[in-house]
């Protein structure tokens, strides 16, 4: 049982190329999730998915493009990198967003943009 | 909107210490879940426990034990004979709308405690 997988798991990049991040998961959760972790402000949300087709922004999305053409793959794009990009992403799935269901992560992408 | 602290950032202590790790969290909901999650020295985010706001009742799982106070909004995690193994960072969450008059929920996470268990 793979559960939720990430690829590239480190990237080097430069200023204004354009990136993307992988994020694969085998339980057909509906909702998925994608995060940056930086030093001093945690986990923030950068987009989200309730179903294929369907996402939404979340509180830091400029810069980043998600697309969700099926349930099991949710990749994002950094359309043209930035340094202040440069960070761990993380890709989490859960069955529901109601709030109690558990969201489950992937290992992490660290990437950094010169 | 919604808050969550974790005061300590580090932590240092001897393998068979216990540990308290401090969470409280800010929330206007009437209903909100909390969890706890560890991540270890190699990166990932392991999932350790989920608590509704209903439920005060505290939790153990073998070494882990947690102590869930609404009147103190404060979600502690205790670790019984720390071991080396234990050592990463810790994050508390609190689920929450993400938009406020939404139906979409979202995790806001503290900061993290760093734990240290020294042999």
């Known amino acids: 049982d793979a559960g939720i997988t990430q690829s590239p798991r480190y990237k080097i990049t430069e200023t204004g190329r354009q990136v993307t991040l992988m994020c694969h998961q085998t339980?057909?959760?509906?909702?998925m999730f994608w995060y940056r972790q930086d030093l001093g402000h945690g986990l923030r949300l950068i987009y989200y998915?309730?179903?294929?087709?369907?996402?939404d922004k979340g509180e830091v999305p400029d810069g980043y493009v998600v697309s969700r053409s099926k349930t099991e793959n949710f990749p994002l794009t950094l359309e043209s990198a930035t340094r202040s990009q440069t960070s761990v992403y993380f890709c989490?799935?859960?069955?529901?967003?109601?709030?109690?269901?558990?969201?489950?992560f992937g290992p992490g992408t660290r990437l950094l943009v010169l | 909107a919604q808050k969550v602290t974790q005061a300590q950032t580090e932590i240092s202590v001897v393998e068979k210490e216990d540990v308290t790790l401090d969470c409280v969290y800010e929330t206007r909901d009437t209903t909100y879940y909390l969890f706890w999650y560890k991540q270890p020295p190699s990166g990932e985010l392991v999932f350790l426990i989920r608590?509704?706001?209903?439920?005060?009742q505290n939790e153990i799982s073998g070494r882990y034990s947690w102590n869930f106070q609404k009147s103190t909004s404060s979600f502690n995690f205790t670790i019984t004979a720390s071991q080396v193994v234990d050592s990463a960072v810790y994050f508390c969450?609190?689920?929450?709308?993400?938009?406020?008059?939404?139906?979409?929920?979202?995790?806001?996470f503290g900061k993290g405690t760093l734990l240290t268990v020294n042999p």
């Open positions: 989490a799935s859960s069955e529901s967003t109601s709030g109690q269901e558990t969201q489950y």
């Open positions: 969450a609190l689920s929450g709308y993400l938009y406020s008059g939404g139906s979409n929920y979202k995790l806001t």
């Open positions: 608590r509704n706001s209903f439920d005060e």
């Open positions: 339980w057909s959760h509906s909702y």
């Open positions: 998915s309730a179903a294929a087709d369907i996402t």
